[in-house]
């Protein structure tokens, strides 16, 4: 589920007790996707950061289309969301808001290493040679990331759709949220670990899978592949000729079917291992391209999204060797993945559109 990507809070030792417990910190994030929103609220009054309130709204039904079904006017129906839920943003330290990769332009660049006012300069003319829109038409940001190959430098580069980010911030005002926004890449790579090992995060979303190679919390690389986990609803729907809406009911409540012992368990958990084997086996293709690329062994690989549970999770390591570690992100183990990242009170200083966490020098 992409709320529990968002940032969460920053533990440390200090106890419970020694928290003014009077002194409520209530933070609301929302993950928007073409299909559905996801709050999440946390107390951050005390070290826990306890989950108050979460909530998935399924965006389909605003425009007449089945549940899971991407909307042709994601604004004008955030808009509809946000105006339903406006008790939801009173009274909230701060609101903090993860945007869809798709749309936005993202790529790692190679160039002769040199000045660097020189290699920035051959960084920018090939983003102004690959870019589907005009230069002036978007937000760019670039990170250094040093010499990863003999007599080369590498840069991670960003482009934000200037209109498109403008019409999220203008929905928000117009509601009276003041919000912070940044791309859901960057919202996903808070999740690591600030240290020198590579892995790769995989968020695995109802229609596609994005795929982010760290270093540490820095972003080297990702690739968005077309393969997500509305396949199953859609199978289930087509093969046994029922609704959408009743075959995401059957999905969602698996695991409750599955304790029931009722008949249908077998046969959703058929497509569910289907399709988590096939996604598995893509996934391992496009990471070992990355380890040839950049000629790294990834150690990590850390699994969230709507597609993401232990059959991914059995399937990645039959793909994998055994000494790669591989995680799943669930409610039961959300703080705990937090426990390195930016508190709250950081987070506005870095999630201004893009929120690159620049490389430690």
Sequence with gaps: M????????????????????????????LSVQSNYVCMLVIDESTDIGNIIYKEEVYLGSYENLSKGQNV?????????????????FKKKTGVYVSLPAIGNFFKNINVQKGDHDDMKK???????????????????????????ALNTNAFFTVCVQKSNLEKFEKIFKDNNIKAS???EVFSLARIAKRDEQFRVIIFVNNFYTLLIILHGQIIHDEKILEKGSYEIIDKI??????????????????????????????IIEKYIDNFTRE??????????????KYTLE??????????????????????????TEISLIGEDNLLRYNAENFKAEDLKRYAQCFGLALKTK
């Design 298 to 323: 990834v150690k990590e690989l850390i699994l969230a999204g709507f597609g993401a549970n232990n059959f991914l999770v059995k399937h990645l390591q039959s793909e994998f060797d055994k000494s």
């Design 181 to 183: 926004f940044e791309i």
């Design 122 to 148: 051959l960084v920018l003319a090939e983003i102004k040679n690959t870019l589907p829109i005009d230069f002036s038409q978007i937000l760019y940001a670039e990170n250094d990331l040093g010499s990863l």
């Design 237 to 266: 729907s087509k093969d046994n000729d029922i609704d959408v809406s009743e075959t995401y009911k059957l999905v969602e409540n698996f695991e409750k079917i599955k304790s029931e012992n009722r008949p249908s368990h077998g």
């Design 72 to 88: 042709k006017d994601l604004h004008n129906v955030l808009d509809k969301v946000l105006k339903e839920k406006s008790e939801l």
């Design 279 to 292: 996604l598995a086996k893509v996934l391992s293709i496009a990471i070992f391209s990355f380890e040839k």
């Design 2 to 29: 992409s709320w529990i990507t968002d940032l969460v809070s920053k533990k440390n030792e200090t106890s419970i007790e020694t928290e003014n417990l009077n002194i409520k910190k209530e933070y609301l994030y």
